[in-house]
């Protein structure tokens, strides 16, 4: 079965440092790889998404997130954190077929002054 | 504004009583999506609508009913029969070509007792 994990419940990280939020994928082929963040008690926002082509992709609020194939992987990245970052984030896959994202338990950044 | 909405943001209720969660959505997309949250667990799919009077189960669609009688509209019922339905209640809407860009509403919270 596809499954998608996000190893850190929590990360903490001081405001100004650099930050990588892991995710890996269990899946036959190349599926289309996403991330959401969300604010509490909000819904989620899509940061930026990876369906093919160049590995490293670009989101909004300053995100990047790079697939690599060879790892499973898809983790996203910022070079520099701003209080307002304070979030949880998602990874989500969709495997195949019409519509089914399946999620990431979730990562909770925390931003240290 | 075009988006998602919810309503309401807090629900209660006594166990044993059905409950309905509404969305609705003015972003003219065909498919909507029910998702549930629990801590720890990220998003797990209810039930999604790829069109008017057509809806599917998705992964824990057990003591859930919808009803798709409108493009706009998409509402959830908890029923009695489930189990544990004290969570966090997320809507979400796509188009039929971009079905893995969900947009999300701001959800509702319900707690039963």
């Known amino acids: 079965a596809q499954s998608v994990t996000q190893p850190d419940i929590h990360i903490t990280v001081s405001e100004g440092a650099s930050l990588e939020l892991r995710c890996n994928y269990s899946y036959g082929a190349t599926p289309y790889l996403f991330w959401y963040v969300q604010s509490p008690g909000q819904g989620l926002q899509l940061l930026l998404k990876?369906?093919?082509?160049?590995?490293l992709v670009q989101g909004i609020k300053g995100f990047e997130a790079e697939f690599k194939r060879s790892q499973s992987s898809f983790n996203l990245r910022k070079p520099s954190v701003h209080w307002s970052d304070a979030a949880e984030y998602f990874c989500a896959v969709a495997p195949g077929g019409f519509q089914k994202l399946v999620f990431g338990t979730g990562t909770r950044l925390l931003v240290s002054p | 504004d075009g988006g998602i909405t919810q309503s309401p943001k807090y629900l209660f209720r006594k166990e044993g009583q059905n409950v309905t969660l509404s969305c609705e959505q003015n972003?003219?997309?065909?498919?909507m999506y029910w998702y549930r949250q629990d801590p720890g667990q990220g998003l797990r799919l209810i039930y999604y609508s790829q069109i008017v009077n057509d809806f599917q189960k998705g992964d824990i669609a057990e003591g859930y009913s919808v009803s798709r009688e409108k493009k706009e509209s998409f509402p959830l019922t908890v029923t009695s029969a489930q189990k544990n339905p004290t969570a966090f209640y997320l809507c979400?809407?796509?188009?039929?070509?971009?079905?893995?860009?969900?947009?999300f509403g701001p959800g509702t919270r319900l707690t039963v007792t």
């Open positions: 972003l003219n997309h065909d498919a």
């Open positions: 979400a809407s796509s188009t039929q070509s971009s079905s893995y860009e969900q947009y």
């Open positions: 990876y369906f093919s082509g160049d590995t």
